[in-house]
């Protein structure tokens, strides 16, 4: 109870630091919407960051359909289980070690709620992000400053009477069309990482030996951090920043 006090605090003061996580599709939202000015219009950056918008395109395509495939796999796997072992339950099997199923079924669940939890700081990331006014003074603020959001730092005192410094939006934002682009990304993120944790379980269990159930599980490994290395290559340091 005194971590949850302690973390209410902070963020009351202005302690708690919401940053956009590093991954293909945060980029994909943020640097096309929150790195350009409104004079740029949306088709420019689409244009400028092709490569980026081509890796997440191609990224998404491969993990659904490796993703696809683990599905009909797992189907011909159970198919051939229940026909050689008509009265047997997956779990009562004896071929199967149950302590490596059980290990190997544990570190693919915990790949996957790392990727989940990326994927819901994503998605307050963009909640955080204001909308933009649009009025002619913003505008013209935000195409003088080169950006699409500004920050500002307020000053306010807490409870103990000592001076805390917020740093928060000043002006600026996502319009509606970039929110709902962001949403989309985080969507597919979600999506695609939902779709392998429904599928995996059972690829992992019915491993028919041992040594194809290690190597399922780090097949299921691969297919989630194919958007990670696609996100190495496809954006510089400086759009990372």
Known sequence: MGYNKSLAAKRGEGSTVIRAPESLYSAIAFVPTLGMPPNVPFAGPACVFLP?????????????????????????????????????????????SSLLSLICLCVFIMTCLADVQVSFEF????????????????????????????????????NNNEECIVETFGAGGFTKMERLWAYFWFLVKIGSEIFVILVG??????????????????????ILDIDDAAYKYSITDLQKG
């Open 52 to 96: 980026l918008f081509s890796s997440g395109v191609m990224s998404a395509i491969a993990q659904i359909a490796a993703t696809y495939y683990v599905m009909l796999m797992n189907i011909d796997d159970k198919d051939a289980f229940d026909k050689a072992n008509p009265n047997e339950s997956i779990c009562e099997r004896d071929d199967v």
């Open 123 to 158: 998605l307050n990331y963009i909640n955080r992000v204001p909308n933009r006014i649009g009025d002619e003074e913003e505008t013209k603020l935000l195409n003088e400053a080169d950006t699409s959001a500004i920050s500002v730092k307020k000053s306010f005192m807490n």
């Open 201 to 222: 379980g059972g690829f992992v269990l019915h491993s028919p030996d041992h040594e194809t159930l290690i190597l399922n599980a780090v097949a299921l490994a691969f």
